[in-house]
């Protein structure tokens, strides 16, 4: 498994805070004026203490503990997989399946180990893509969670951020015998309202949707697994089973047929 920096997100990170930087210097403005960690507390703080009630706590941890694939890119090994597998195709259809058991604690990967010891163990077809697609569905159900948490909080943060400029206009509204510190006290209020604003739509919803991303890869690998011990189980021509999972692999069909090396 290759692990790299998403170029992508950070790329487009540095773009957007960039563009809005030089927007504001351009307009004559300083970037001190919208670095108040007050107005940061209220968004961020406020946002966070919402998602919390929302969602239960192990999910809220699971969500920030997720989000190190939003700026790391982990490629899995495809054509390590797909040769594997076929390495199985033509060792059960040459020695049998059960010689597959010897392969079973050489296999990293749960969801391929899970299936094939299933089918070893004789289950048939049929009820093999039952149970193995009622767990994806769940795990399915338990991944999507995770996006959610980023998608409540771009909802919350322009909300929080309207809160967090409406109490700095109260107290605006208390000094307004002093009309130079007025208008300061105003600005500093809508900075609020631009935390919230530019966290929900340059961080949350945007980590959001690159995890939605990331699960639907996982889920194409899984069900192209799936898909290949089910043939492994029903017989089909290893050569055939090639082809198929070129459906999922776009790079191992556009190679064309590999030498399988049985070991």
Do not use: C
């Not at 805070?17 to 507390?41: C, F």
Request: hydrophobic fraction near 50%; charge should be neutral.
């Amino acid at each position: 498994m290759k692990i790299t920096v998403d170029k992508s997100t950070l790329g487009g990170l540095t773009l957007a805070l960039s563009g809005v930087g030089l927007g504001l210097l351009l307009d004559g403005g300083k970037l001190m004026q919208v670095l108040q960690p007050t107005a940061a507390l209220i968004v961020f703080g406020g946002t966070l203490g919402a998602v919390m009630v929302q969602f239960p706590l192990q999910i809220v941890l699971q969500a920030i503990g997720q989000l190190k694939y939003v700026f790391l890119n982990v490629e899995p090994e495809s054509d390590s997989l797909v040769q594997n597998i076929l390495r199985y195709a033509y060792k059960a259809r040459k020695e049998g399946l059960l010689s597959l058991d010897a392969e079973l604690g050489k296999i990293q990967d749960p969801f391929l180990k899970e299936s094939l010891m299933l089918a070893i163990d004789g289950v048939n077809a049929t009820d093999l893509r039952k149970m193995m697609e009622l767990q994806l569905d769940y795990q399915g159900e338990k991944d999507e969670r995770i996006p959610k948490v980023f998608d409540a909080a771009g909802g919350f943060a322009p909300t929080i951020g309207i809160i967090g400029a409406i109490l700095g206009l109260i107290q605006v509204m208390q000094h307004l015998q002093n009309i130079n510190e007025v208008g300061k006290g105003i600005a500093v209020a809508f900075v609020a309202t631009i935390y919230g604003v530019a966290s929900a739509n340059l961080l949350f919803l945007p980590w959001a949707g690159k995890m939605k991303i990331r699960i639907r890869e996982r889920q194409i690998i899984q069900e192209m697994t799936l898909e290949a011990v089910l043939s492994i189980v029903e017989g089909v021509n290893p050569r055939a089973l090639e082809l198929q999972l070129g459906s999922y692999m776009s790079v191992p069909a556009r190679r064309g047929p590999q030498k399988v090396v049985l070991r």
